[in-house]
């Protein structure tokens, strides 16, 4: 198991009284929702932690909830303090920050750049795991286009694993072996023991993207037309847990009407305890206003699947997954959208592959500024039961993004 650092208390609860010499901070979050917020996380400049604390840029820190208990944090590459907290519906609470020293503790969020498997970049979180298809791939031929969805049904890292055993050489050679001796059924009943194509108790790869938006991409559709964004060309990894995940892709330049050299770039979040990724588009380059969707691919064994609402800002689908009639369970994929959009759902002219269109939430994007959305997965085996279960969490969710909690800090 990876471990990396967090805070450790500088004194056992019990003695918090007797570090009363220390300076500290004192961080206040408000809830302004009449909804409970659990595990959600905040984020504070940690420039403003060292000037109160009087502490130089590379000092340890500690940080306390009410209940002299320490809280885990991590330090982001864009200087930010993140810990989670949970807050009642229309409530308050103080978390203490003073000087301390950092423990050992295990990672929840992990992701790393692939070669071995066609430079994919995945990763997961303790609620669900996701890839981005890279140049190898896209030298292959092959046509992905948008995010691939694993699901999970552990919270521990599962990700590295699967690669590991989906790419097992010494398997490879037997079953190939076994292959060329005309053993097929021995063949294939190994190819099984390795494949993450099957549960082996902790989830799977189970969701077909092929050459749509697949799990929740965010492309340009100039005239109602989606360009679509091939595999990223560049990479770089920001921030590798324990808390957060975060990977900034630039992809190759896009023909969008008028404009010949259009550069993608996404920043890619995921935090702990989050099913949904928040993603950050931005387009160089392009010198009009132009529509911006983010879609989910609508399969041909659920064609009636998707759910859309505008003023509760989400788009959800309930996914059949490659095969609808073994024992995979649904995956349920969607998108939050913190400002305003209109959704729908758009068609193929005829299908592609098994995939029908996708359901959109589109909005206008602005040369200069940024898109900013949430998509992600969840999984019938794993927390969401039914439809409405995950409907509901989008929508939950979508509540929260557009009334976040409110941070004070003060000595």
Request: net charge negative.
């Amino acid at each position: 198991m990876r471990k990396t650092l967090f805070a450790i208390a500088a004194c056992a609860a019990g003695l918090l009284a007797g570090c009363s010499k220390s300076e500290s901070v004192t961080v206040t979050i408000s809830n302004p929702l009449d909804m409970d917020r659990a595990g959600e996380m905040v984020e504070v400049p940690v420039d403003d932690i060292y000037k109160q604390l009087n502490l130089s840029d590379t000092a340890q820190f500690v940080i306390y909830d009410e209940k002299a208990q320490e809280v885990p944090y991590q330090l982001t590459y864009d200087d930010k303090v993140i810990f989670p907290v949970s807050i009642a519906s229309n409530a308050s609470v103080n978390y203490t920050i003073q000087q301390g020293t950092p423990a050992i503790v295990n990672a929840v969020v992990y992701g790393r750049y692939y070669p071995e498997r066609l430079d994919d970049i995945a990763w997961e979180n303790d609620r669900a795991a996701y890839r981005a298809y890279g140049p190898a791939l896209q030298r292959s031929g092959e046509k992905a286009y948008g995010y691939d969805v694993f699901t999970k049904s552990v919270e521990d890292l599962v990700v590295e694993d699967r690669y590991a055993m989906e790419l097992d050489s010494v398997a490879w050679t037997q079953i190939n072996a076994l292959r060329e001796a005309g053993k097929t059924e021995a063949a294939d009943s190994l190819r099984r023991t390795i494949t993450y194509h099957v549960d082996h108790g902790n989830g799977m790869d189970c969701y077909a993207v092929g050459p749509t938006l697949g799990g929740g991409t965010a492309a340009l559709m100039p005239d109602s037309t989606i360009v679509y964004p091939y595999c990223y060309k560049d990479y770089e990894i920001l921030d590798n847990g324990p808390l957060r995940f975060t990977v900034k892709l630039v992809f190759n330049p896009l023909v969008v009407k008028n404009d010949s050299n259009v550069i993608e770039t996404r920043i890619i979040q995921l935090d702990k305890g989050s099913q949904l990724n928040k993603t950050t588009v931005t387009y160089d380059y392009l010198t009009q206003a132009t529509p911006v969707a983010a879609g989910l691919v609508l399969h041909a064994a659920n064609p009636k699947g998707y759910t859309y609402d505008a003023s509760a800002g989400y788009i959800s689908y309930a996914d059949p997954t490659t095969e609808p009639n073994s024992d995979n369970g649904i995956v349920y994929v969607g998108a939050v959208f913190p400002e305003t959009v209109q959704t729908r759902v758009q068609l193929f002219d005829k299908p592609v592959g098994d995939a029908l269109g996708h359901v959109l939430g589109i909005c206008n994007y602005e040369p200069g500024n940024e898109f900013v959305y949430y998509w992600g997965s969840g999984w019938s085996k794993y927390g969401f039961p039914k439809a409405d279960d995950w409907n509901k969490y989008l929508k939950d969710y979508a509540q929260k993004v557009r009334n976040p909690l409110t941070v004070t800090i003060q000595k």
